[in-house]
Every structure is written in C-alpha cells, then in structure tokens.
T-cell receptor, first 111, second 114 residues
Framework: GEDVEQSLFLSVREGDSSVINCTYT??????LYWYKQEPGAGLQLLTYIFSNMDMKQDQRLTVLLNKKDKHLSLRIADTQTGDSAIYFC???????????FGKGTMLLVSP | EAQVTQNPRYLITVTGKKLTVTCSQN?????MSWYRQDPGLGLRQIYYSMNVEVTDKGDVPEGYKVSRKEKRNFPLILESPSPNQTSLYFC?????????????FGPGTRLLVL
C-alpha cells in the first residue's frame, strides 16, 4: 500500500536553508506535493511536482525528486520566522485518487 | 474569493448525539474530500466524492457518513459520535488542472466528543 514518511522535526536559524525530506513507497505515484500548515489554520498547497520531473524551483522553494530512491525533498532558501509551520509531503496516483499524506515535519525557525 | 468553508469551527458534543459538519466550496470543483488530523498520525482521508451523487470511502470511513446532493456541498455526518472521533477535521475540494491537483482546504473543525 501507499506510505509516506517524513522526519518529525527540523530546527534552523533565520537566514539558513531548510531541507525537509520525504520518502514514499508507491512507485506509481504520479504527483507529489508539499503543503504548509500554520498554527490553527488549514493546509496550503506550496508546490507540487509531476513524477517525470527531477526538480522544480519556485522562488525560495526548490523541490527535488529522486524516483529511483523514492525520495522527495523541499528546500527553503533564506528561511524566515514566518516559515515556521508543519510541512506535509503528499502523493497521489492520478488526478482524482486518494491523496496520501505524511505525518508532517514541524519546522521551527529561530531568530 | 475562492474558498472552502466549514461549520462549525469548534464543537463539543456527547457520545451518541448525531451531528453534521457542513462543507461548502464556491469554485465549482468536482472533487471534495474529508480528512481527520490527529497528533502523530498526520492527515487521513475519511471519504471523498468525485462528483454529485458519487462518494467513496477513504482510509478511515468507519463511523462516518457523507452525502453529495449538490456540487458545492459535502456534509460529514456522525450518526453516533464516540470519543475516538475527537479530532480536527478538514474538508477539501479540488479540480484536476492537468498539471497536478490544487486542493483547497477549509479552515478546520475541531470536534470534542465527551
């Protein structure tokens, strides 16, 4: 079955880069996503990558996908205190199938 | 403004008392879904709907019902709530844009079952 694993916690200093890692088990995954959840709020889609891509960059965010190792990472450049949140990795097999989430990585950015 | 709304945002109830959490979206999305979020377990999908009158079980459907009579609404029904349904619930809607799903999440409903 589908399974998505993430480390639970990451702490960085303001201005450093953050790298949040995720592994998944289903090699049929079509789309992989990163969501951000700020305290008391719902989930916000940050970015996604299609499985035939290796990398996607969007301003301070860089997503790397290693299909061979089933490893996905999210790099946040110049991390700010406003980036403190829980980050969820998620996968889906097709446009409308079940979205499977990891348990989330709490990112804490200290001044 | 494109949004997903949920009501109520907070609810305290007692075991066995039927309740409904409403979800509504104004984006004409076909796909809607309910998740529950629990500490250490992340988000787990309860039910989803691919269109009006089409619903399917997610990973944790036991104890829940849904209906999709209209495209914009997708209520979650707990016929006989139990304490293990105490959780944070999120409704989401999406459409396939051809380059990946953009799922919009509601603000969440925090439920406590005593």
């Amino acid at each position: 079955g589908e399974d998505v694993e993430q480390s639970l916690f990451l702490s960085v200093r303001e201005g450093d880069s953050s790298v949040i890692n995720c592994t998944y088990t289903d090699s049929s995954s079509t789309y992989l996503y990163w969501y951000k959840q700020e305290p008391g709020a719902g989930l916000q889609l940050l970015t996604y990558i299609f499985s035939n891509m290796d990398m996607k960059q969007d301003q301070r965010l860089t997503v790397l996908l290693n299909k061979k190792d089933k490893h996905l990472s999210l790099r946040i450049a110049d991390t700010q205190t406003g980036d403190s949140a829980i980050y969820f990795c998620a996968e889906t097999l097709s446009g409308y199938s079940t979205l499977t989430f990891g348990k989330g990585t709490m990112l804490l950015v200290s001044p | 403004e494109a949004q997903v709304t949920q009501n109520p945002r907070y609810l305290i109830t007692v075991t066995g008392k039927k309740l409904t959490v409403t979800c509504s979206q104004n984006m004409n999305h076909e796909y809607m879904s309910w998740y529950r979020q629990d500490p250490g377990l992340g988000l787990r999908q309860i039910y989803y709907s691919m269109n009006v009158e089409v619903t399917d079980k997610g990973d944790v459907p036991e104890g829940y019902k849904v209906s999709r009579k209209e495209k914009r609404n997708f209520p979650l029904i707990l016929e006989s709530p139990s304490p293990n349904q105490t959780s944070l619930y999120f409704c989401a809607s999406s459409t396939n844009l051809g380059q990946g799903i953009t799922q919009y999440f509601g603000p969440g409903t925090r439920l406590l079952v005593l």
